[in-house]
C-alpha cells in the first residue's frame, strides 16, 4: 500500500541502501543523485563563461546559480528525507521560489542579446521580465498553499487550480507573445529558445501531475517524479541555452550570416 500524504512520516534510513525498504532505498539514491547532478551542473555552468564572449556570461551565470540554488536545498532535502521525519516539501517549494524565475528569465536575456548583436535597441523585454516572474512567483504561493491544504479540500482545489491558471499564462506569453520575437532571431538563439519553451510545456506539467498524485497518497513515487525532473528541466534547460550560444558564436566568428529561426 503506498504511503500517504497525511501520515507521511518515515523511518530513519540508513547510508546503507540494501537496509532500507526498496523504494525508500530509490528515493534517496535519488536525493543523492539530484544534489550531485546540480552541483556538477553549477560548477560546469560557471567554468563555461570563459568560453563565451563577455555579452553572453550573464545567461551561463544565471544557469549556474539555478543549479547551485538547487544543489545546496537538494542536500538539505536529502539530510531531512533520512531523518525520517517528513517528506521535504517545504524545501521544495522554496528552491523553485528562487529557480523557476531565474529559468525563466532566460528567455527576455537570449532575446535581449540577440537584438543588441543585430544593433537593436536595449529593454525591449523589461515588462515582459517583470511578467514572467510575477505570474511565476504567484504560481509557487497559491501552489504551495494548495499544498499545506487538506488534501481534496476545497481550499486545496481551489489553490491548486489558481497555480495551473498562473502556470498557463507563462505558457501563453512563450508561445503566444514571444512567437514572433523567437522565429526573428538568430537561428541557433531562435532554435534554443524553442527547444526551452518545451521544457516549460512539457517539463513543467510535470508537477501538476505530481501534485494530483497526493489523492492517492503517492509518498516516495512523487518524490521520485520530482527529483528527475528537477534535474532534466534546471540542468537540461541550462545545456540547451549553452549550445545555443556556442553555436550562434562558432556562426559568427565563421563568416557565415545567422539566418532568421524558422517558425
Known amino acids: 500500500m503506498l504511503p500517504t500524504f497525511a501520515d507521511a512520516t518515515l523511518a530513519g534510513l540508513s547510508m546503507d541502501f540494501a537496509a532500507n525498504p526498496a523504494i525508500q532505498s530509490l528515493t534517496l539514491y535519488l536525493f543523492f543523485a539530484g544534489t ?21 556570461r550573464s545567461t551561463l551565470t544565471v544557469s549556474g546559480l539555478v543549479c547551485a540554488i538547487a544543489c545546496f536545498h537538494y542536500y538539505k532535502m536529502t539530510s531531512q528525507y ?3 521525519a517528513s517528506f521535504p516539501t517545504a524545501l521544495r517549494y522554496v528552491d523553485w521560489l528562487f529557480t523557476t524565475p531565474l529559468l525563466l528569465i532566460k528567455f527576455p536575456m537570449l532575446l535581449q542579446l540577440g537584438e543588441t548583436k543585430r544593433g537593436a535597441g536595449s529593454g525591449r523585454y523589461g515588462s515582459l521580465f517583470a511578467q514572467l516572474v510575477l505570474l511565476d512567483v504567484a504560481m509557487i504561493v497559491t501552489a504551495f498553499i494548495a499544498e499545506t491544504s487538506s488534501t481534496g479540500s476545497p481550499s486545496w482545489w481551489t489553490f491548486f487550480l489558481v497555480a495551473c491558471g498562473f502556470e498557463l499564462a507563462i505558457v501563453a506569453i512563450l508561445y503566444a507573445r514571444l512567437g514572433t520575437a523567437i522565429a526573428s532571431a538568430p537561428r541557433q538563439i531562435g532554435e534554443a529558445l524553442s527547444v526551452m519553451r518545451l521544457f516549460i510545456l512539457i517539463g513543467w506539467a510535470v508537477y501538476p501531475v505530481g501534485f494530483l498524485m497526493a489523492l492517492g497518497g503517492a509518498g516516495e513515487y512523487r518524490e521520485i517524479v520530482y527529483n528527475i525532473s528537477d534535474v532534466i528541466n534546471k540542468v537540461g534547460f541550462g545545456l540547451v541555452a549553452l549550445h545555443g550560444i556556442k553555436t550562434y558564436v562558432a556562426v559568427e566568428h565563421s563568416g557565415i550570416q545567422p539566418l532568421a529561426a524558422a517558425v
Open 36 to 56: 550531485v547532478a546540480m552541483g556538477a551542473g553549477a560548477l560546469y555552468f560557471f567554468l563555461e563563461r570563459s568560453s563565451v564572449p563577455p555579452v553572453f
Open 82 to 84: 533520512m531523518t525520517g
